[in-house]
């Protein structure tokens, strides 16, 4: 497992030269200081800093819309039964010296302004710091643990961050609550639960820089909802520690404000923003990553890049290929040995890879079925994938074309949940792909849609040489594929 | 050194030496002990068929066949098996009359050029079918060769969406009903669920399923399975020849 993902980390960072990044949300995704996306009614939501936020039909583009009043800082949301509790700070934190801050929370029965049922309560303070006290309460975050308890945790890095019980019926603190130091150094925190650990998650660095927002998001994790939270080397976070969920890249800076959305088991998205997009004038947007767990630990998958690549079987390592003959390479095993034997004492020429041209030919023109075969870098087993950015996306990604490179055979869903290529893409539903990467780092491949079927499938191994759609099982690896380039 | 640790040394060191002692190979030669079962007989791997009833095993595999003597087709290597080269000699080659509808009887005989080749009905002693202890249990050919298989699997109820799971050595091809299920080409080895179908269905009352595996030099064995709709494998079925 291992090293199939220093594979695909290789694989990623080689295809840094020649693909195109698809990871930038698109539309008017600017946001400071994202709340936990919200899915309401079919749309996603996020509220930012200032008031307002973004609303999005289908994960992917983005644009303001969202209503939040109050203005203040750092907003974070939950949904708790059929209703929606925003937390927010009504002042900016210290940046103009003070460190006066208010926390409060509102409820909504639906976060559609358009909505006749859309109206938020009166707020309610939760927590509060004065002038100089040793907290700035404001970047509030929320979490209801498994327990059925709500915790918020608020503050910045001038002093601590703290902890206090919610009650999940009013969004009120709890009675006799005390808040409680759990970490320093930190900003725009909060709290996510997982197999028996809360971790927390916060902001280092340097916020509101721009191009040179030293932003981090790190994390710490404890038993306990109230600490201590250690990081990866031993370090409690009252000590500044904290193990990297996600820094800088791909032409963007300023990775901060975690947020939290499971889409299903085994598919989780982190959202957070990037203080500066290289490619957008260095403007605040939104992002939104795979979320991946290594030895317990949270970390930001990559963003999927466009490519070539062998598709590769998580249940046998085989590879999805064209049903065609095999066309065998020229030559043959030069004997077992460097000493002696047939062809030890011949030159070792570079062999040049098998190419499209010496197969096409024998390859039927119509419909050709799929397969999982050996994995051996030939033609029909070379994908190329391409997003198609008309065909809209879902959360945190693009629809892409899955076609044998060189040609324009892709990839399709057929109405019997088989899987087979057709000789033209031509931009059908059931020939669009979404990709997820898991939270092993594996990936699941889904239609946008099997046509005649309104269940959700997946490209998924039923033996280790067949491929067909089924449900998604994050529990089987039939599930589950790799994208290798060598 | 006391001497209570002196005396515990003595001990342990002798009771190793004793028990190096008795790992060591008998008569003193140093060379490891031979495990070898040269018992190669056809009863080992097979027993003929009865009537009784008779489901799956317990992993859902099917061991109750009716399977042809080895038909010759030389091949020196079983790299040679395409899909295209599989659909010629499966399907495009007629070996005897009806092979893709015969139900053949215990000790039915087919002639197939200069050969003459017997039926036989068996039950597998393991969850696969070996071929080539077939073949050499029969004194026949096991290399070059071509095997045909057929069984049948009564449902009392229509069952929709099951899959066909096949391993084998080497490349095959399985017919249920009479519609091509399944291919699996190349020089392949036998592994449990390594080619499952499409969706099929198995008809209430008889389905006869029906492979032919062809194989080259080396090993040559099936397995075969059925899933259901659900991805559970399937047990609850009867298994018969006739």
Avoid at chain 1, 358 to 374: A, L
Avoid at chain 2, 76 to 94: C, G, L
């Amino acid at each position: 497992m291992k090293s199939r993902n220093i594979v695909m980390g290789l694989s990623a960072l080689l295809a840094l030269s020649f693909a195109q990044k698809a990871d930038a949300q698109v539309g008017e995704p600017y946001i400071h200081d994202p709340s936990t996306i919200m899915e309401c009614d079919g749309k996603y939501y996020t509220f930012g800093t200032g008031g307002g936020g973004l609303i999005s039909e289908d994960g992917w583009t983005w644009n303001g819309g969202a209503v939040r009043p109050g203005g203040g800082a750092a907003p974070d949301a939950i949904k708790i039964g059929d209703r929606y509790l925003v937390a927010y700070s009504t002042t900016g934190g210290g940046l103009g010296g003070g460190h006066r801050g208010t926390v409060v929370t509102m409820w909504n029965k639906t976060l559609d302004p358009n909505s006749p049922d859309f109206e938020y309560t009166e707020p309610i303070q939760v927590a509060a710091s004065l002038n100089d006290e040793d907290c700035d309460a404001i970047d509030a975050g929320l979490l209801m643990g498994p327990d059925g308890r709500l915790w918020c945790t608020y503050g910045t890095y001038f002093g601590f961050i703290r902890v206090i019980e919610l009650d999940p019926a009013t969004g009120a603190r709890m009675e006799g609550c005390r808040d409680i130091d759990i970490a320093i150094d930190c900003e725009a925190t909060t709290m996510i639960y997982r197999d028996g650990y809360y971790y927390l998650l916060g902001t280092h660095g340097t916020c509101c820089d721009g191009v040179n927002s030293t932003y981090n998001i790190v994390v710490g994790r404890s038993k306990q909802p109230t600490g201590p939270f250690i990081d990866n080397v031993g370090r409690d976070m009252l000590k500044g520690g904290g193990k990297m969920v996600l820094a800088a890249g791909y032409r963007m800076t300023g990775a901060g404000h975690f947020g939290l959305y499971e889409v299903c088991e085994g598919v989780q998205k982190m959202s957070c923003h990037f203080e500066a997009d290289f490619d957008r004038g260095g403007r605040s947007v939104l992002a939104i990553r795979p979320l991946l767990w290594k030895n317990g630990w949270p970390v930001a998958g990559e963003p999927f890049f466009e490519g070539t690549y062998m598709i590769e079987s998580e249940r046998r390592g085989y590879a999805l290929e064209l049903a065609v003959d095999f066309v065998r390479m020229q030559g043959g095993m030069r004997g077992f040995g460097g000493f002696g034997g047939r062809g030890a004492a011949a030159p070792n020429p570079v062999i040049e890879e098998q190419k499209l041209s010496d197969v096409i030919g024998t390859w039927p023109e119509g419909n050709i079925n799929i397969r999982i075969g050996d994995y051996m870098f030939r033609p029909h087993q070379k994908w190329t994938i391409t997003a198609v950015p008309e065909a809209g996306g879902y959360l945190g990604g693009l629809y892409y074309k899955i076609v044998i490179e060189g040609t324009n055979r892709a990839l399709a869903a057929t109405a019997a949940k088989d899987v087979i290529t057709v000789p033209e893409f031509t931009g059908a539903d059931e020939q669009l792909w979404r990709i997820d990467q898991l939270t092993d780092g594996t990936f699941r491949i889904m239609p946008k849609k099997v046509p005649g079927c309104d269940e959700e499938l997946v490209l998924y191994s039923a033996g280790d040489s067949f491929a067909t759609l089924d449900k998604f099982d994050m529990n089987s690896d039939n599930s589950k594929w790799n994208f290798r380039q060598r | 050194m006391n001497k209570s640790k002196k005396f515990t040394l003595i001990v342990a060191s002798l009771v190793m030496l004793i028990g190096l002692q008795g790992c060591a190979p008998k008569g003193g030669t140093g060379k490891a002990p031979v495990y070898s079962d040269t018992t190669i007989v056809f009863a080992k791997y097979f027993t003929p068929a009865t009537t009784k009833a008779m489901t799956p095993d317990e992993e859902g595999f099917i061991r109750r066949w009716s399977v042809l003597e080895p038909i010759e087709k030389a091949n020196r290597s079983n790299t040679v098996f395409t899909d295209s080269y599989i659909r010629n000699a499966f399907v495009e080659t007629e070996y005897f009359p009806n092979q893709f509808s015969v139900i053949p009887n215990d000790g039915d005989v087919v002639k197939v050029g200069n050969q003459e080749l017997k039926w036989h009905q068996i039950e597998s002693n393991m969850f696969n079918v070996k071929l080539f202890r077939f073949a050499t249990g029969l004194e026949k050919q096991k290399y070059g060769v071509i095997f045909w298989a057929v069984t049948i699997i009564e449902c009392e109820e229509e069952m929709k969406d099951v899959r066909l799971a096949v391993g084998s050595n080497s490349a095959s091809m399985w017919w249920l009903n009479g519609q091509e299920a399944m291919i699996l080409s190349g020089d392949r080895r036998m592994v449990a669920d390594d080619g499952i179908s499409q969706r099929l269905t198995l008809k209430k009352g008889k389905n006869v399923l029906r492979g032919a595996v062809i194989n080259g030099p080396g090993m040559s064995d099936f397995c075969v399975r059925f899933y259901d709709s659900n991805n559970e494998i399937l047990k609850d079925l009867n298994i018969v020849l006739n």
